[in-house]
Nanobody
């Protein structure tokens, strides 16, 4: 079993910052990709940022220059630094990871989400 646990969400004013964290635990052989998605009320879940094991990153156009994704490989943890937050960033943010539980068996794991609310 693999678990992803997010933390760091909350209420922040426009222009503010939050740092989201997500730690993977359980039976882990290796973690290939870690990512953050978000889902706003009434909208579909969308990719926010992704980081591959070699450090390659990609971002949604709407967050480029404001959000930064990073990883701690030793701790199987991914972070999302969110700056210059806007009301339209309000959403539940979900952690996602593609994890090998053995050398030949992999799974796509999801966290339960953490709510980010940007409002004055």
């Amino acid at each position: 079993q693999v678990q992803l646990v997010e933390s760091g969400g909350g209420l922040v004013q426009p222009g503010g910052s939050l740092r989201l964290s997500c730690a993977a635990s359980g039976i882990i052989f290796s973690v290939k990709t870690m990512a953050w998605y978000r889902q706003a009320p009434g909208k579909e879940r969308e990719l926010v940022a992704r980081i591959v094991r070699d450090g390659t990153t990609n971002y949604a156009d709407s967050v480029k220059g404001r959000f930064t994704i990073s990883r701690d490989y030793a701790k199987n943890t991914v972070y999302l630094q969110t700056n210059s937050l806007k009301p339209e960033d309000t959403a539940v943010y979900y952690c996602n990871a593609f994890i090998f539980t053995t050398a030949s068996s992999a799974m796509d794991a999801w966290g339960k989400g953490t709510l980010v609310t940007v409002s004055s």
